[in-house]
């Protein structure tokens, strides 16, 4: 499978070392990569393991015919008010018959429906594993192994900047302190304020329901509250008391529709969703059939989120489309 990557910052660059590791097993083939920064790189027999960027291609679409790939792989960041531009170059690939992976959860949060309804009319997959947890298993469990299975609600702490931020408070340091030490392990969105207002929850909150609920919804229909409000003081306050404040996405049915939010709670230390510290993350689905249970991610990283894009190619590639 040819393969062609729209953004080549960490996670691009760790799934690049993953394919050729594994490629003997797996024979992928990058034929391009086209960026913002650095440039495109083209060539439909395979490029190199450090190839050479030239110009940057006038538009994706054009980069697209160039590049002659069975699969565009889309790794631009997160634009969470739109999803575009991740949205626009996902309908360029499949207008051009290439299956489709992406760790955007934009798209996913924004226009999942018209996209899966596009890629299946034209018979292509359209998969995003990583869009979530990193590539910790969500969507594929779901895809795979719970047939029948109706998810009623779910609620989860997904994003690690409000975490490192809070625990870096807790520890006595000041809120920006916290966030500055979050960018600096690069798990910040590019705007970190995205993390911090709620917003990276909220796109993940409305992923989730879009694909597991079929929600159809967007980010800005997720009542969404972030943690900018927080101060040392308070956190010691609630630390008195044994507990600890995450940023929490939940999802539920109820009898007027889904109820989708994002808030800052109060837990107690032992809560479930308190027990993930730092970069790691936590899943809880709420079904009819299988009570509650849930995935967890410790200390994920680039390598995590790039085998997740990894699984998806492997699984259009060697099983064919949904």
Excluded: C
């Amino acid at each position: 499978m040819k393969i062609a990557l729209i953004g080549y910052g960490n996670v691009a660059r760790a799934l690049v070392r993953l394919m050729r590791a594994r490629r003997r097993e797996f024979p992928f083939t990058v034929t391009g990569i086209h960026t913002l920064r650095h440039g495109t790189a083209v060539n439909p027999r395979g490029l190199k393991a450090n190839p050479k960027f030239g110009p940057r291609i006038e538009s994706v679409e054009a980069f697209l015919d160039a590049a002659r790939a069975d699969a565009a792989v889309e790794l631009t960041t997160l634009s969470p008010f739109d999803g575009q531009p991740a949205i626009a170059h996902i309908r360029a690939a499949l207008a051009r018959g290439m299956h489709v992976v992406t760790a955007n959860k934009g798209p996913i949060a924004h226009a999942y429906g018209e996209l899966a309804d596009e890629a299946a009319r034209l018979g292509l997959g359209f998969r995003f594993e990583s869009a979530v947890m990193d590539g910790a298993p969500v969507f594929n469990l779901w895809r795979h192994t719970m047939p029948g299975v109706k998810v009623l609600g779910f609620t989860g702490a997904l994003n690690s900047t409000s975490k490192v931020a809070i625990e870096t408070m807790e520890r006595g340091g000041t809120f920006d302190e916290g966030l500055a030490r979050a960018r600096a392990m690069g798990i910040t969105e590019g705007d970190g304020a995205f993390d911090i207002d709620g917003w990276d929850s909220a796109a993940k909150t409305a992923a989730l329901a879009n694909v597991l609920m079929d929600a159809r919804t967007t980010p800005r229909q997720v009542s969404t509250r972030g943690i900018g409000r927080l101060t040392p003081a308070r956190l010691a306050e609630i630390n008195r008391q044994g507990k600890t404040v995450r940023l929490i996405s939940r999802a539920r049915r109820t009898a007027h529709g889904l109820s989708l939010r994002v808030r800052a709670e109060v837990l107690d230390r032992a809560d479930i969703l308190a027990s993930v510290p730092g970069t790691s993350n936590i899943l809880l689905f709420h079904t009819d059939l299988m009570g509650t249970f849930g995935t967890v991610s410790i200390d994920p990283g680039a390598e995590q989120t790039a085998y997740g894009v990894f699984s998806d190619l492997v699984g259009m590639g060697f099983q064919g489309p949904e």
